[in-house]
């Protein structure tokens, strides 16, 4: 068990428990971060990527991207953007949200975000990461990190993230697999050792974490100083309260997870937002927490062909009636 170092400080923000929640589209929103709060374990929450060029007109009342209620803390922001000029106005919007910390994408490979110059674009666009970095950087006191994949050419990634750090970026996570690598491919942790050697700012592994032993396995591998889990949370929302338990050695109560209650749980936290953006959001997460059951693919099936929240729960109640 490693019980060394549990906690980290990023300028201002004591992080309990190095365990990260990534940016994930669809699915990091105010529902999700319920769930995994009632279970513990998280260190840092994460909002969905959200558009720097939108968020200032943004109502964070009713969005469903900054909808959040006290207890999801501390909260990490992920702003998407090519453009420096649009950093200002997105952090002080994120100032008067009182968000605890500000996240930069320059990791996301999906070719419409690569289009228009954001996302791992900038990896390949290191003036304009430079120009981003620094804008955010003279914008905010807030902890300013950035998330990035390992790349190739070696070369570059080192040099991409010595200029991440001059210029102010607190912290790294970084996803173990190269651009054009599905997520079928087994992570590259091993990669990240370099990273540790090369900056001194924290090193976050990310990437094909789903049980307690891929977090031991990513963490002996990379040498990272906390983990970033995406997917596996979605389907287990009680994992990172298993690995703060079993890999950290943290005070976390073991999980007592019924899972029909787990997604009762999940529908009405989704009460939150406006009814047109419930159904879109159930439907996402059933595609990952179906993964729980042998014949999971049905459940999914059934919820993805729903009209309404109110059908697919029907529906789902009657798979979990089979299954008991």
Known sequence: MQTSRPRLRIRNLVIDTPLFLAPMAGLTHSALRRILCSFGGVGLLSTEMLSAKRLPVENPAISPY???TPGERPL???????NADEIGRAIDALHAMKAEAVDLNMGCPAPAVGRFGAGIRLMELPDEARSIVREARRRTMLPLSAKIRISTDAQKLKDFCFMLQDEGIDMLSVHAR??????????RWEQLACLKEWISIPVIANGGIFTVQDAKDCLAASGADGLMLGRGAAIRPWLFAEIAREVYGCDVAEPMVTLPALYDAFITHLSLFRPQY????????THYFARNYQFGHHLASRVQSSGSVEEASERAGMFFQKCS
Do not use: D, V
């Open 66 to 68: 900054l909808i959040r």
């Open 76 to 82: 990490s922001y992920q702003l998407l953007t090519s």
């Open 178 to 187: 190269f651009k054009h690598e599905s997520f079928a491919r087994r992570p």
């Open 278 to 285: 419930r159904i879109g959001r159930l439907k996402e997460f």
